[in-house]
């Protein structure tokens, strides 16, 4: 025979398999305390115990110690399936379960066991009659088994068993994060496992000569598989399992359940939502592939909730913002960022949830309160004092020559005071919430113009709406001008745009022979039915154009970034107000520069069903 070829072979099997144990063993080591790494080291001792012991049993001549050796190989017969279903349980974030009365019941199996088979020569449970049967050159015995022993392989079978379906419901739960791992783990245990059971049996050609050590050579490899190349326990199910427990799927708010290495473990349909990206996509990669953090910003809120755990039970974890471009069409959002620690039944870490805020109008409104103080009470100082002190002098000098301009200066801080409190109160308008209602744009647009041109007489205000016979347009016409928006908010950004383009003119234009203000505000509709066809969607787009100075670069800026810096004279409230307007009814604002000279503002008017 072949295997004559290689010296007491059996032996040399087992006492691999028993190696390869302990060299398993001290390779996952450095991940104790993570879920099912302590009863795999459990199930490694009792592996190695069973193949070293049967491997040395087989070179061994000596009766008695044949029989000690026989004894520690049932040891780890009897705790090799306990320890591997203690695995499973914490491993596919069932840990609660081995804390139970069940699994107590298990492991009360084993400590009768052990001390039967320790008693053995007292009553014969395990075997009786054991006698020398040397073969393929090894000290192989023979023995009639005791009900015990039949009833130990019973039951271990059953917990291998039971081990392996729930690695393979993992693997069919969570699809192919866990596939390799639970695949590996599941079918190592199966060479062993067969040939236990036909030793038992007194299958094969050579009955007493039990195999299972010597196939926990290939189960030793698939494991090495799933801890090497698998990384099976730094992303582990207990993660998922967790995740599910917290029913994230029925939260509004997007929530990701990232692993120990933070990598994405789950997204609710909220996350996939905002994110614009799915839940199989997004697996086993970094949050940061889809969310743009800031630099640092997901390292130190994970951090920051790994140095105080137990602020998770008080809503937990770091607290940080951050601005997303979402994929559900809302625009441009604001999301408070809190992490905190994803712990199994045990209290065992095993992962983060990040959980995402709506906090926009929250922002919004923050931002509103701090322009708004700042410019009441920067400008509206520095004007009142400006119209008390030529106030002071009006009083001293009644006589004076200048006493005119003086008065000319009053009048026209008086009336910068007065347009400032009426863009405050338009502000504070904003700031109440007012529900939508039908709002037709096109008569909006008109009462504006007109009240603008009541205003400052001297202004030219032209007007150009799509379809009517005065149109300046290349656009399409609207056969409807109605939205369902908020009216007060609309009025404000049409209003405001206009107002700042009359009045921060300089008298120096070029459309005009006298430089005089000029101002064109144009309407029209883009999109209806182009829309349907898979364009854009339909929105009304009103231009202010001007020739004016144009406004100032830092003043857009601090607009467009959401911060707030000096303005001059209450000018940039005016903008504050169109960008709140515009962010309350959906709309979006541009602004560009106008050729030779001047500003154009082109905002887009979202056409919103009432239904």
């Not at 199910?237 to 473990?265: G, K, Q």
């Not at 997204?267 to 905002?274: G, K, M, Q, S, Y």
Request: charged letters at 25%; a negative charge.
């Amino acid at each position: 025979m072949a295997l004559d070829l290689v010296p007491a072979w059996p032996a040399v099997g087992s006492l691999a398999g028993g190696a390869g144990a302990v060299a398993l063993a001290w390779a996952i080591r450095q991940h104790r305390g993570r879920p099912g790494v302590d009863w795999f080291l459990g199930v490694f001792a009792a592996q190695a115990t069973w193949c070293v012991s049967y491997g040395v049993g087989l070179l061994v001549v000596d009766p008695a110690v044949r029989a000690a050796l026989e004894t520690a190989m049932w040891l780890g017969v009897i705790w090799t399936g306990v320890a591997f279903l203690g695995f499973a349980l914490e491993y596919t974030g069932r840990s609660d379960v081995v804390r139970s009365r069940l699994f107590g019941a298990v492991a009360g199996f084993g400590l009768l066991s052990s001390v039967l088979v320790a008693t053995n020569p007292l009553h014969g449970a395990f075997w009786t009659d054991l006698s020398r049967a040397p073969v393929f050159g090894v000290e192989t015995v023979s023995y009639a088994f005791g009900p015990w022993a039949y009833l130990t392989v019973a039951v271990e079978t059953v917990l291998v068993a039971s081990a392996v379906f729930l690695l393979v419901d993992t693997l069919l739960s969570y699809g192919p994060l866990y596939r390799r791992e639970s695949a590996a783990v599941a079918l190592s245990s199966l060479p062993p496992g067969f040939a236990l059971v036909a030793w038992t049996l007194q299958l094969g050609p050579v009955p007493q000569l039990q195999l299972a050590p010597v196939m926990f050579v290939p189960h030793v490899i698939l494991d090495a598989y799933a801890f090497d190349r698998a990384e099976m326990f730094d992303r582990n199910p207990t993660t998922s399992r967790a995740a599910e427990r917290t029913a994230i799927d029925d939260l509004r708010d997007p929530i990701v359940a990232l692993a120990l290495d933070r990598r994405v473990v789950r997204l609710n349909p909220a996350a996939e939502t905002v994110l614009g990206v799915d839940a199989e996509t997004a697996r086993d990669r970094p949050l940061a592939d889809f969310l743009d953090l800031p630099v640092g910003i997901g390292d130190e809120a994970i951090d920051a909730a790994d140095d105080d755990p137990g602020d998770d039970e008080a809503g937990g974890g770091s607290r940080e913002t951050v601005q997303v471009d979402t994929a559900d069409g809302a625009g441009r959002r604001t999301y408070a960022v809190s992490v905190s620690r994803l712990t199994d039944p045990n209290g065992t870490h095993v992962g983060y949830t990040v959980v995402l805020s709506d906090v926009t109008e929250r922002e919004r409104r923050r931002q509103q309160l701090e322009v708004l103080n700042r410019i009441l009470r920067h400008n509206l100082r520095n004007d009142a004092g400006v119209v008390h002190g030529y106030g002071e002098i009006l009083r001293d000098r009644l006589d004076d020559p200048e006493l005119v301009r003086m008065a000319d200066a009053v009048e026209r801080r008086a009336g910068a005071l007065a347009a400032l409190g009426e863009k405050a109160g338009t502000v504070e308008r904003l700031l109440a919430d007012s529900d939508p209602a039908a709002t037709d744009v096109r008569d909006l647009v008109r009462a504006v113009v007109a009240d603008a041109r009541e205003r400052d007489p001297d202004a030219v205000v032209e007007l150009a709406v799509a379809g009517e016979p005065d149109a300046e347009t290349d656009g399409g016409g609207a056969a409807d001008w109605t939205t369902h928006v908020r009216p007060d908010a609309l009025r404000a950004v049409v209003e405001n745009t206009v107002e700042n383009a009359v009045d921060h003119h300089d008298g120096e234009g070029t459309e005009r022979e006298d430089g005089g203000a000029w101002v064109r505000v144009s309407l029209r509709g883009e999109g209806g039915a182009e829309a349907e066809s898979g364009g854009d969607d339909p929105r009304f787009v009103l231009t202010v154009a001007d020739d004016g100075p144009g406004i100032p670069d830092h003043e857009v800026e601090a607009v467009e970034s959401g911060r707030e810096t000096a303005l001059e004279h209450g000018s940039g409230l005016g903008l504050w107000v169109v960008a709140w307007g515009a962010a309350a009814v959906g709309a979006g604002v541009e602004y560009g520069e106008r050729e030779p000279r001047g500003t154009r503002v082109t905002v887009s008017i979202p056409v919103v069903d009432g239904e």
